[in-house]
């Protein structure tokens, strides 16, 4: 069976998030969201419990998919459960150059190999920090984001 992690910090999911969970299902058995960060950190808008919440819901129609989050080092996860993949979504190259040294460095840690999905142009400026700040001065966020998120979004901003 093979599985891959898609990793991040989803404060919250978003569409564009979704969207490449969804395409990674088609190439793994299994596809593990894993939100990292913290617990005991009061950073970000969502907890870590509320964010593998959200995740679990909007995903919940897809049996490949299993949530789970992570304190620490990502390697250490991926190296613990056998997995060898790890998934992530490109916008642009500013997301390259992000992400690169990231994977190279996962890849010197343990030997986990990183493979990433250009993300849809639907949703190629969609990012979450961004869709909370819109969301925090009253735009409108329709279509970035699941619903469900959406609704959770408006309750943080009352
Ligand atoms: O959604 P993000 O914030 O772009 O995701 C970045 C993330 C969570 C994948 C990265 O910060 C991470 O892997 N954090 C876990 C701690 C870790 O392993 N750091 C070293 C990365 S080389």
Not at 72 to 93: C, E, F, M, N, Q
Request: net charge negative; proline share 4%; with cysteine.
């Amino acid at each position: 069976m093979t599985t891959a992690v898609c990793p991040g910090s989803f404060d919250p999911i978003t569409n564009g998030h979704l969207d490449i969970v969804t395409r990674a299902t088609r190439h793994f058995d299994e596809v593990i969201v894993l939100v990292t960060g913290n617990p005991t950190k009061t950073s970000g808008l969502f907890t870590i419990d509320e964010r593998v919440d959200l995740i679990r819901e909007v995903t919940a129609d897809n049996p490949k998919v299993r949530v789970d989050h992570w304190g620490g080092l990502l390697v250490d996860y991926t190296t613990a459960h056998h997995i060898t993949a790890l998934v992530k979504g490109l916008r642009s190259s500013l997301d390259y150059e992000y992400e690169l040294p990231m994977a190279q460095m996962n890849r010197r840690l343990s030997g986990v190999d990183t493979y990433f999905l250009l993300t849809d142009e639907k949703y190629g400026y969609i990012s979450s920090s961004l869709t909370k700040e819109v969301a925090k001065y009253g735009g409108d966020i329709t279509g970035l984001v699941p619903d469900i998120v959406r609704e959770a979004i408006a309750k943080k901003f009352g």
